[in-house]
């Protein structure tokens, strides 16, 4: 029996070591969600307005633009339920917050996140009903699909991704014209922006989650301010118009309801091809456009 057992402990041990080989590369890989929030936390005192979005704002608002001390607090695929949260836990070590920027993209109204587990083992939010127990036990195997295991066992000892961040910023430098000006792949990107709106089914709830965020900030007496981020001339004409009309209004009547600033930049002209880096990112020449454009108008809402 013990020669049995052995036999099999001798069989496992290479699939036990590849486990825990895996284990320690995602566990000790570097992270955009560690980099900004030790930023964060090290400028908390001076931190006079934040950033919130997805990859959109993440890339495409340059926080040096802004008068106030500005920080770029957005993440790829960040529904606007994190940015609620995230603004929420840090604001009691943010003493000198007087502005939250809050950028929306097309699909902001109906994104569900599907990146909870990071935002409860980087920054220690976590819903009622979420359970993470296996995540923690095994972040190779229960946190990250296949691609991104790829992606960390090819880089973790070569070429591993250095986060070059300014005040949480970080952005593209040039303009991808062959994925711009591809008029299939705006039809596939837009295809995917246009499914996450059909397949959602929460009615109102993100809707009325930023209006009560806007309620909450405003009793804080903190100035939030509302931005559509840009989207190319080549994928517009491939996203349903109808929702791009209703997320104006819902922003629009927000504004008006609680007297705030709104710019709607999606298909604002004084953005060009050569500000942006693909379809829906500005590269770093429309990140520091952009900023200058909502910079002047909290100015402007302060006269």
């Known amino acids: 029996m013990k020669n049995v057992l052995f036999r099999i402990f001798i069989f496992c041990l290479p699939v036990l070591a590849f486990i825990i080989f895996m284990e ?20 908390a005192d001076s931190i006079e307005l934040l950033i919130l979005g997805t990859s959109s704002a993440m890339d495409g608002v340059d926080p040096s633009q802004f008068t106030p001390y500005a920080f770029n607090l957005a993440f790829a695929a960040q529904p606007l339920e994190y940015d609620i949260l995230l603004t929420r836990k840090y604001l009691p070590e943010l003493p000198k ?14 994104n569900e ?10 920054f220690g939010i976590k819903q009622p009903q979420q359970s993470f127990w ?16 790829r992606y960390i066992l090819a880089h973790s000892f070569m070429n591993r991704p250095r986060f070059e961040l300014v005040k949480g910023w970080s952005s593209f430098h040039n303009t991808d014209y062959q994925s711009v000006m591809n008029d299939d792949k705006a039809r596939l990107r837009a295809d995917f922006f246009n499914g996450v709106q059909r397949n959602y089914k929460g009615g109102d709830r993100v809707f009325n989650d930023l209006d009560s965020f806007l309620d909450f900030l405003k009793s804080k007496n903190i100035m939030p301010v509302l931005v559509t981020m840009p989207y190319h001339e080549n994928i517009r004409k491939y996203l349903d118009r109808a929702v791009a009309r209703k997320n104006t209004e819902r922003l629009t009547f927000l504004a008006e309801k609680y007297n705030i600033a709104f710019l709607d930049l999606y298909a604002d002209t004084v953005f060009v091809t050569e500000d942006f880096h693909n379809f829906d990112h500005l590269n ?4 520091i456009k952009l900023a200058t454009i909502v910079n002047n108008k909290i100015k402007e809402k302060q006269k």
Do not use: N, W
């Open 24 to 43: 320690i590369c995602v566990r000790t890989f570097p992270s955009m969600y560690e980099s900004k929030k030790e930023q964060l936390v090290a400028a």
């Open 97 to 110: 917050l007087k502005y939250v920027v809050i950028t929306t993209i097309f699909s902001s109204f109906y």
């Open 113 to 122: 996140g599907t990146r909870s587990f990071y935002y409860y083992h980087f």
């Open 134 to 149: 296996k995540e923690d036990m095994l972040q190779s195997f229960f946190a990250h699909d296949s691609e991104q295991m």
């Open 284 to 287: 770093e020449d429309g990140g």
